[in-house]
């Protein structure tokens, strides 16, 4: 089969558009014919290496499949050859405590489809038949591969992590992103006032249209003092942050009294400081959160069919560029995400 993968990590040049072995599934896997792959930022500091970790080389990224099941195992019974089915992305072991509680993402040892094991930046690639979700027949492939990563991640953070309530002002960073578009629309859903920030006026009115309520230009404005001038010197009660350093001052300083802080990310760095008289006195809280769980991706699932949640696909490219899809995203100029057509 075809598939792009890296034998060295660098910049966007050592991703190949080569020949590999098709992948053979295991008694409890299934075979995904992938059509869309979309990227996401895990997949750019997967390529460039990250510290402490050691990615199997040589190896194929891409953690976001749309497709159909090209075969099946021995033990699979649950889904069919030729079902058009989307991939979650977290592999985890299926047996220890957490995962028998369906907290598949506290599983110590879950990673990710392309992470730690071979992605979907293929033309096939192998994965554990409960990874296989329902299919939203109103979408195409590539918005199908647009949900999985950057929906569950919203998703976790705002609602399991953070607790949003209707009708509380929340502040979402780096709207352009893929995680920055699904928070918005989740939000909304979950009847909050969003406040978002982006780099441009293309960009936020793009999030206008996604439900935004205020949106802030960080290139021109400063982030907190439109929070305290849109919120009337209060703050916004749950601030969604993903960018890391660039924004971590400006992010506890729109905080309410009693306001939480939820982070998944660290894209600009992540060496942040706080000072301690400001987190107790103002009683905040700074919540961690990572991926989901599959139960919340059966329930975004649900709302795409129905239409009260849109995936945004910013730019198709074809797989063989791959290296180009790279080079674009980390440019920073996509509203929403990037997908590569297979």
Not at 139 to 144: K, P, R, T, V
Not at 292 to 311: D, N, Q, R
């Amino acid at each position: 089969m075809k598939a792009i993968l890296f034998r060295q990590h660098g910049g966007p040049e050592v991703l190949q558009y080569v020949d590999v072995p098709e992948p053979e599934p295991c008694p409890n896997e299934v075979l995904v014919r992938v059509r869309a792959c979309a990227l996401n930022h895990l997949d750019l500091w997967v390529r460039g290496g990250l510290p402490n970790v050691q990615v199997p080389l040589p190896h194929i990224p891409g953690s976001d499949v749309a497709g159909e099941i090209a075969e099946i195992g021995a033990e699979v019974a649950g889904v069919r050859v030729g079902q058009r089915v989307v991939l979650a992305p977290v592999v985890s072991c299926g047996k220890c405590p957490a995962c028998v509680a369906g907290l598949d993402n506290r599983c110590r040892l879950a990673t990710n489809l392309g992470y730690m094991i071979d992605g979907g930046c293929a033309e096939f690639v192998r994965a554990p038949e409960v990874n296989c979700l329902p299919y939203p027949e109103n979408l195409s492939f590539e918005e199908a591969a647009a949900i999985p990563l950057v929906f569950q991640t919203a998703w976790h953070m705002l609602i399991a992590r953070a607790q949003l309530q209707p009708g509380e002002t929340v502040l979402i960073l780096g709207a352009g992103s893929g995680v920055g578009s699904a928070a918005i629309q989740i939000a909304k859903f979950f009847g909050g006032r969003v406040i978002t920030t982006a780099g441009s006026e293309a960009k936020l009115e793009k999030a206008r249209q996604l439900g935004a309520d205020h949106m802030i230009n960080y290139k021109t404005q400063k982030i907190r003092d439109e929070v305290r001038r849109i919120t009337n010197k209060r703050g916004a009660d749950v601030v969604f942050e993903h960018v890391g350093t660039a924004t971590w001052d400006d992010s506890l300083a729109s905080l309410a009294p009693a306001g939480r802080l939820v982070t998944c990310g660290n894209t600009t760095g992540y060496d942040a400081k706080i000072d301690l008289r400001f987190l107790f006195s103002r009683q905040l809280s700074l919540l961690g959160s990572y991926m989901g769980v599959k139960s919340e991706l059966l329930t975004i699932m649900k709302l795409v069919s129905a239409g009260h949640l849109k995936p945004v696909v910013d730019r198709i490219f074809p797989l063989q560029e791959a290296a180009a899809a790279h080079a674009y995203l980390e440019s920073g100029q996509q509203f929403g995400k990037v997908v590569l057509k297979v």
